[in-house]
């Protein structure tokens, strides 16, 4: 468990120091049951609302983390996504407190007014207020064994004020 908080650790600061001045940090890296993701960050409103819209694939271990400015219900839908997800919402603390296996829905049809097209979207509600929001591709929830309670290791302060600097 402590080499893989070191690795998490060393590849967040790496991360860091590459990233250099200018350029927005984008990606991060958290430890999930012990194993390590690469994970695109998602801060802002315009970020936040695209997530993987319109993406085929994922790399292997890699995934999404959302980073909202408040702990805050929140909700995801599949709307324009193209790819099966899987939907992990945690507290402030990186703790799991609500999955979803989140399958593609049916595209929008010719003709289909969007707001018709987005009313028949599935909601995937957090259920409590979140902090963040992971999403990776369809099955890790079940192949690392992830349920509520759960603790993602990640740079929490760190990605906090990161999200706050963003603003």
């Known amino acids: 468990m402590k080499n893989t908080?070191?690795?998490?650790?060393?590849l967040t600061m790496l991360s860091m120091?590459?990233?250099g001045c200018a350029e927005p940090?984008?990606?991060?890296?958290?430890?999930?049951?012990?194993k390590t993701?690469?994970?695109?960050?998602?801060?802002?409103?315009?970020?936040?609302?695209?997530?993987?819209?319109?993406r085929e694939?994922?790399?292997?271990?890699?995934?999404?983390?959302?980073?909202?400015p408040r702990p805050d219900y929140h909700s995801f839908w599949m709307a324009w996504c193209v790819m099966p997800i899987d939907l992990v919402f945690l507290d402030g603390r990186g703790r799991v407190v609500a999955t979803w296996e989140m399958p593609v829905e049916?595209?929008?049809?010719?003709?289909?007014?969007?707001?018709?097209?987005l009313a028949r979207m599935t909601s995937y509600p957090s259920g409590v207020p979140v902090r963040f929001a992971a999403e990776f591709p369809a099955g890790t929830?079940?192949?690392?064994?992830?349920?509520?309670?759960?603790?993602?290791?990640?740079?929490?302060?760190d990605?906090?004020?990161l999200e706050q600097r963003r603003r």
């Open 5 to 10: 908080r070191l690795v998490a650790t060393l």
């Open 17 to 19: 120091l590459t990233c």
């Open 141 to 157: 929830i079940e192949s690392l064994h992830i349920t509520r309670g759960d603790r993602f290791e990640m740079d929490i302060k």
């Open 57 to 68: 694939s994922l790399p292997p271990d890699t995934g999404m983390l959302f980073i909202f």
């Open 25 to 34: 940090m984008t990606h991060t890296s958290i430890v999930v049951n012990g």
């Open 37 to 54: 993701w690469s994970m695109e960050l998602a801060i802002g409103e315009a970020d936040i609302r695209r997530g993987l819209m319109g």
């Open 106 to 117: 049916p595209p929008i049809e010719p003709g289909e007014p969007h707001d018709q097209y």
């Open 159 to 161: 990605l906090l004020q």
